[in-house]
C-alpha cells in the first residue's frame, strides 16, 4: 500500500511514526520546555562552513561559531563579537577591538590572532571577502584584543562583507583551526558561539544536537535580526534528519518534533487549520533557484551551449512540479533576482520567446556538441532540486543531448560539485541549488554572483570584462551608480551564461504554536532567543 501525505495525516500516523523512530520519541518525551526538536532544510553532510557554501552548515556555523558584525533587522551591520571599531579619517585604516568575555567552548579565550588568522581563511572562499583582500594592505594584530586592516584605497563593503549572511558567512574560529588549507574542511567543533555541538549524542545521518553554551556571554543590546543580544532560553536543540516529508509532518501534528522548516505547501491549508501549528515565512525575500553549469569541460565549456539552456529552461514548469500555487512563486529574467534594487531587463530578450527547444538545439549543434555525456546532479531529498534536474535532464534528451542523472542526497551533491576533474573522472556538468532572494542583491557578497574562475563558485565561469564592473560596483557609493552598473554586468551575464535562474519563491515555514522568537531574517535560521512555552 503507497500511503500519500494525506492518508498518512488523515490516519493520524504518530502512533507509527513514535513506534518506528524510537530515538525521536525519547527526544521528545525528554524535551518539555527546554529542548527544541527540528527538522531542517537537510542532513549536514559538512562540518565547516567555511568550506562549503551550503546553507545546512551555515544554520550550524551560526549556532557553533560567532561573527565580527551581524545584520539587525534592517539590514545595517552592526558589532557582534567587536567591542569598539574605527575607520582612519582618510577611510584606509580599520582598528577593531574585540569586547569582553568571548570564550572558546573550551574555555580559552578569543584573541585578535584567531579573528585574523579566520578572516583569512574566510576570504580565500568568500567572494566579497576575494574582493575586499585585493585592496588589503596590511591585516595584523596590534595586541591580544585588538587588530588592523589597512587598504591601499577605501573600500566601504568592508564591514557589510564581514557581516553578510551569503555563504559562506565570515566565522572565528580558533587561530590552529582557521590555519586549515581553505580547500580542505577542518574537523573541529569549536567556536564561540551561543551553543555547542554534542558529539557524544549526534548521530551522523539522524539527529544533531546542540547544547547551550552556559558561559557565553551575550551582548547587551536588544536583539535585532542577527545582531544584538544572542541569548539562549533552550537547553538543547535537537535537528531530527528525516527525509520524508509525511513522517515530518505527522511528528509535527502529534508533538513529537517542535518546527519543521520545509512543509509541502499543498499541505498549508490543513497545517493553518490546526490550532497547535502555526505557519510563518521567516524569510519574506523567498528563494531563488539556479541551474549551475560547468565551464571547465564539454559541452559547457562552450557558450553556444550554455545559451542554449536559456532557450531549454522552462521556469513556470520547474516552479509549477514543485510549488504548484502560483501564489507563492514567480519566473525571473534578472541574475540579480525578484524585484531587488538591482534588478533589471537588459539584455534578456531570451526570457520572452523561452522554452524553445528548437532554438536550444541549434546551439548545441553549433557548439560542436558530438554527444558528450551530460551529467545532471539530482539531490533525491529537495523537492525543487529533484523536480528540477528531472525536468532539465528530460528536456536534454528531448533535443538530443546525452543526459544522464546523478541520483543522491544534497549532500552527496554539496561532496560532487565540488570536483574540478572531468565526468568520467567524478565530475559533473550541471547541479540545481537556491540562495535567498536578499543575497541576490548584492554582486560582492553573493557568491553566485563572481565570474572568476577556478578562483570562485562551482561551475567556476570566468569573465574578465564582468569582474573588471563587479569591482566598480563595490567602489561607487550611490544606489543609482551600482544599478547602471548591473545593467551592464547583466548585459555580459547573458550573453556569457554563468547559471540560469529557476525561478523565485516562498516558503513557510511551520511550528508548534508554543513555540515562540523564531528569527525571521534571510540565510539563517538561529534558535537563539527562542523559547517554548
Same mark, same amino acid.
Request: aromatic share 10%; hydrophobic share 40%.
Given at each position: 500500500?503507497?500511503?500519500?501525505?494525506?492518508?498518512?495525516?488523515?490516519?493520524?500516523?504518530?502512533?507509527?511514526?513514535?513506534?518506528?523512530?524510537?530515538?525521536?520519541?525519547?527526544?521528545?518525551?525528554?524535551?518539555?520546555?527546554?529542548?527544541?526538536?527540528?527538522?531542517?532544510q537537510?542532513?549536514?553532510?559538512?562540518?565547516?562552513p567555511?568550506?562549503?557554501?551550503?546553507?545546512?552548515?551555515?544554520? *550550524?556555523?551560526? $549556532?557553533?561559531?560567532?561573527?565580527?558584525?551581524?545584520?539587525?533587522? /534592517?539590514?545595517?551591520?552592526?558589532?557582534?563579537?567587536?567591542?569598539?571599531?574605527? !575607520?582612519?579619517?582618510?577611510k584606509?585604516?580599520?582598528?577593531?577591538?574585540?569586547?569582553?568575555?568571548?570564550?572558546?567552548?573550551?574555555?580559552?579565550?578569543?584573541?585578535?590572532?584567531?579573528?585574523?588568522?579566520?578572516?583569512?581563511?574566510?576570504?580565500?572562499?568568500?567572494?566579497g571577502?576575494?574582493?575586499?583582500?585585493?585592496?588589503?594592505?596590511?591585516l595584523?594584530?596590534?595586541?591580544?584584543?585588538?587588530?588592523?586592516?589597512? !587598504?591601499?584605497?577605501?573600500?566601504?563593503?568592508?564591514?557589510?562583507?564581514?557581516?553578510?549572511?551569503?555563504?559562506?558567512?565570515?566565522?572565528?574560529?580558533?587561530?590552529?583551526?582557521?590555519?586549515?588549507?581553505?580547500?580542505?574542511?577542518?574537523?573541529?567543533?569549536?567556536?564561540?558561539?551561543?551553543?555547542?555541538?554534542?558529539?557524544?549524542?549526534?548521530?551522523?545521518?539522524?539527529?544533531?544536537?546542540?547544547?547551550?553554551?552556559?558561559?557565553?556571554?551575550?551582548?547587551?543590546?536588544?536583539?535585532?535580526?542577527?545582531?544584538?543580544?544572542?541569548?539562549?532560553?533552550?537547553?538543547?536543540?535537537?535537528?531530527?534528519?528525516?527525509?520524508?516529508?509525511?513522517?515530518?509532518?505527522?511528528?509535527?501534528?502529534?508533538?513529537e518534533?517542535?518546527?519543521?522548516?520545509?512543509?509541502?505547501?499543498?499541505?498549508?491549508?490543513?497545517?493553518?487549520?490546526?490550532?497547535?501549528?502555526?505557519?510563518?515565512?521567516?524569510?519574506?525575500?523567498?528563494?531563488?533557484?539556479?541551474?549551475?553549469?560547468?565551464?571547465?569541460?564539454?559541452?559547457? /565549456? /562552450?557558450?553556444?551551449a550554455?545559451q542554449?539552456?536559456?532557450?531549454?529552461?522552462?521556469?513556470?514548469?520547474?516552479?509549477?512540479?514543485?510549488?504548484?500555487n502560483?501564489?507563492?512563486?514567480?519566473?525571473?529574467?534578472?541574475?540579480?533576482? *525578484?524585484?531587488?534594487?538591482?534588478?533589471?531587463s537588459?539584455?534578456?530578450?531570451?526570457?520572452?520567446?523561452?522554452?524553445?527547444?528548437?532554438?536550444?538545439?541549434?546551439?548545441?549543434?553549433?557548439s560542436?556538441?558530438?554527444?558528450?555525456?551530460? %551529467?545532471?546532479?539530482?539531490?533525491?531529498d529537495?523537492?525543487?532540486?529533484?523536480?528540477?534536474?528531472?525536468? %532539465?535532464?528530460?528536456?536534454?534528451?528531448?533535443?538530443?543531448?546525452?543526459?544522464?542523472?546523478?541520483?543522491?542526497?544534497?549532500?552527496?551533491?554539496?561532496?560532487?560539485?565540488?570536483?574540478?576533474?572531468?565526468?568520467?573522472?567524478?565530475?559533473?556538468?550541471?547541479?540545481?541549488?537556491?540562495?535567498?532572494? *536578499?543575497?541576490?542583491?548584492?554582486?560582492?557578497?553573493?557568491?553566485?554572483?563572481?565570474?572568476?574562475?577556478?578562483?570562485?563558485?562551482?561551475?567556476?565561469?570566468?569573465?574578465?570584462?564582468?569582474?573588471?564592473?563587479?569591482?566598480?560596483?563595490?567602489?561607487?557609493?550611490?544606489?543609482?551608480?551600482?544599478?547602471?552598473?548591473?545593467?551592464? $554586468?547583466?548585459?555580459?551575464?547573458?550573453?556569457?551564461?554563468?547559471?540560469?535562474?529557476?525561478?523565485?519563491?516562498?516558503?513557510?515555514?511551520?511550528?508548534?504554536?508554543?513555540?515562540?522568537?523564531?528569527?525571521? $531574517?534571510?540565510?539563517?535560521?538561529?534558535?537563539?532567543?527562542?523559547t517554548?512555552?
Amino acid at each position: 500500500m503507497t500511503l500519500s501525505r494525506r492518508t498518512i495525516l488523515k490516519n493520524g500516523a504518530a502512533g507509527a511514526l513514535a513506534a518506528a523512530t524510537p530515538g525521536l520519541r525519547r527526544a521528545h518525551a525528554a524535551s518539555n520546555t527546554k529542548i527544541m526538536n527540528a527538522v531542517m532544510q537537510g542532513d549536514l553532510r559538512s562540518f565547516d562552513p567555511i568550506w562549503t557554501t551550503a546553507n545546512i552548515s551555515a544554520y *550550524y556555523g551560526a $549556532m557553533v561559531y560567532d561573527t565580527l558584525f551581524a545584520t539587525d533587522a /534592517n539590514f545595517q551591520p552592526q558589532p557582534q563579537m567587536v567591542g569598539k571599531w574605527g !575607520l582612519s579619517e582618510d577611510k584606509r585604516t580599520y582598528t577593531f577591538a574585540l569586547r569582553d568575555g568571548l570564550l572558546w567552548h573550551d574555555g580559552t579565550p578569543v584573541t585578535a590572532a584567531d579573528c585574523v588568522a579566520s578572516i583569512r581563511r574566510w576570504a580565500v572562499r568568500n567572494s566579497g571577502g576575494q574582493m575586499m583582500m585585493e585592496y588589503v594592505t596590511d591585516l595584523s594584530t596590534k595586541d591580544d584584543k585588538t587588530f588592523v586592516l589597512a !587598504l591601499k584605497q577605501p573600500f566601504g563593503l568592508t564591514v557589510p562583507a564581514f557581516a553578510a549572511t551569503s555563504t559562506p558567512d565570515c566565522f572565528m574560529m580558533p587561530k590552529k583551526v582557521a590555519e586549515t588549507d581553505p580547500f580542505q574542511q577542518i574537523t573541529s567543533h569549536i567556536g564561540s558561539g551561543p551553543f555547542t555541538f554534542n558529539e557524544k549524542e549526534t548521530r551522523p545521518g539522524s539527529r544533531y544536537v546542540f547544547d547551550r553554551f552556559t558561559k557565553y556571554v551575550p551582548r547587551s543590546e536588544p536583539p535585532s535580526g542577527f545582531a544584538g543580544g544572542k541569548i539562549v532560553k533552550l537547553d538543547q536543540v535537537v535537528w531530527q534528519n528525516i527525509t520524508d516529508d509525511q513522517t515530518a509532518l505527522a511528528a509535527l501534528e502529534s508533538g513529537e518534533i517542535d518546527f519543521f522548516e520545509l512543509p509541502p505547501l499543498d499541505l498549508l491549508p490543513q497545517l493553518q487549520s490546526n490550532p497547535d501549528i502555526k505557519v510563518r515565512v521567516l524569510d519574506q525575500s523567498g528563494n531563488c533557484g539556479m541551474m549551475r553549469l560547468n565551464w571547465l569541460h564539454p559541452p559547457f /565549456n /562552450n557558450v553556444k551551449a550554455r545559451q542554449a539552456m536559456l532557450y531549454l529552461t522552462n521556469q513556470a514548469d520547474i516552479l509549477k512540479a514543485t510549488f504548484g500555487n502560483p501564489e507563492y512563486y514567480h519566473e525571473i529574467d534578472s541574475i540579480f533576482g *525578484y524585484q531587488t534594487p538591482m534588478a533589471n531587463s537588459a539584455n534578456s530578450t531570451w526570457f520572452k520567446s523561452a522554452p524553445d527547444p528548437a532554438k536550444a538545439k541549434q546551439l548545441f549543434k553549433e557548439s560542436g556538441y558530438s554527444g558528450e555525456k551530460v %551529467i545532471v546532479l539530482q539531490a533525491t531529498d529537495f523537492d525543487f532540486m529533484n523536480n528540477s534536474a528531472q525536468l %532539465i535532464a528530460g528536456w536534454l534528451k528531448e533535443i538530443g543531448v546525452n543526459a544522464e542523472l546523478a541520483a543522491s542526497t544534497w549532500g552527496g551533491v554539496i561532496t560532487r560539485r565540488a570536483v574540478m576533474a572531468p565526468d568520467d573522472k567524478g565530475g559533473w556538468d550541471i547541479f540545481i541549488t537556491y540562495g535567498s532572494g *536578499y543575497d541576490w542583491n548584492n554582486p560582492i557578497t553573493m557568491v553566485a554572483l563572481s565570474c572568476n574562475g577556478r578562483k570562485g563558485w562551482f561551475g567556476w565561469p570566468e569573465s574578465a570584462e564582468y569582474e573588471a564592473l563587479r569591482r566598480q560596483w563595490a567602489l561607487v557609493s550611490t544606489l543609482a551608480e551600482r544599478q547602471a552598473i548591473a545593467q551592464k $554586468m547583466q548585459t555580459i551575464a547573458w550573453n556569457v551564461v554563468p547559471q540560469v535562474m529557476l525561478g523565485q519563491w516562498v516558503s513557510p515555514a511551520a511550528m508548534r504554536s508554543n513555540v515562540h522568537g523564531v528569527i525571521g $531574517m534571510p540565510d539563517i535560521i538561529p534558535f537563539w532567543n527562542v523559547t517554548k512555552t
